[in-house]
């Protein structure tokens, strides 16, 4: 248990659907990312919240829209998506400190029909 | 940030040491290496970070080179839980910081 949760683990959503991720850590970190492992790829940085701000958006398409409610919360909310967008999406946290360490949650697997 | 180079894949014997080698040439004066490690369809795990002095935790010993330039991980007793994708990352200190990942070493413990 990192004290980082996502849900649901699991998500089968068809190309015209809309759905959202969730992510909420215990940690009381100030920093929030959401990560994208595709098969056989990299990890992929796609958003950073600080403070519940956004700064940084990695070339991420439109149909991704995240929002940072409070600290504690992050959501990826999703909406005609691709059949490429398969993959694990991550969320991590982290205390935005210097040299502060990134914890992760399980991840949400995601497949889109 | 530096780029790291490290073997694709990796074997080790279940209670011996398994040792990560890491290639980050290019690193420079302020940048730290970091390793995680990613157990199968799990979330990357914190390992350990360093400087440029050895240092030693729970989980492993980090080996950095005088020169900076190679770092080793060292898991001093392999277990099959210890079975993972291993990533080795420098990156600057900043208020926020992000993570760079590769393609990391996938090492299988065997019994």
């Known amino acids: 248990e990192t004290g980082v949760t996502q849900t649901p683990r699991h998500l089968v959503m068809g190309m015209t659907n809309k759905k959202s991720l969730k992510c909420e850590q215990h940690?009381?970190?100030?920093?929030m990312y959401w990560y994208k492992q595709s098969a056989k790829k990299p990890l992929e940085l796609m958003f950073v919240?600080?403070?519940?701000?956004?700064?940084e958006n990695n070339s991420v398409p439109s149909r991704f829209s995240p929002e940072c409610p409070n600290s504690s919360h992050l959501f990826l909310h999703l909406h005609t998506l691709q059949p490429e967008d398969s993959a694990l999406y991550l969320c991590?946290?982290?205390?935005?400190?210097?040299?502060?360490?990134?914890?992760f949650g399980a991840g949400t697997r995601l497949s889109v029909l | 940030d530096a780029k790291t180079t490290q073997p694709t894949s990796m074997d080790c014997a279940e209670g011996r040491a398994a040792n990560l080698p890491c290639n980050h040439s290019?690193?420079?004066?302020?940048?730290?290496v970091y390793w995680y490690r990613q157990i199968h369809s799990q979330g990357p795990q914190y390992i350990i970070h360093?400087?440029?002095n050895n240092e030693t935790n729970e989980m492993a010993s980090l080996i950095i080179t005088e020169d900076r330039k190679s770092s080793t991980l060292i898991l001093p007793h392999a277990t099959l839980r210890d079975t993972a994708v291993y990533y080795c990352?420098?990156?600057?200190?900043?208020?926020?910081?992000?993570?760079?990942f590769g393609k990391g070493t996938m090492l299988l413990v065997s019994p």
């Open positions: 990352i420098v990156r600057t200190l900043s208020g926020y910081s992000t993570l760079t």
């Open positions: 360093g400087l440029k």
């Open positions: 290019t690193i420079s004066g302020n940048e730290y």
């Open positions: 940690l009381g970190h100030n920093a």
């Open positions: 919240y600080s403070l519940e701000e956004r700064v």
């Open positions: 991590a946290s982290s205390s935005g400190t210097v040299g502060e360490i990134q914890y």
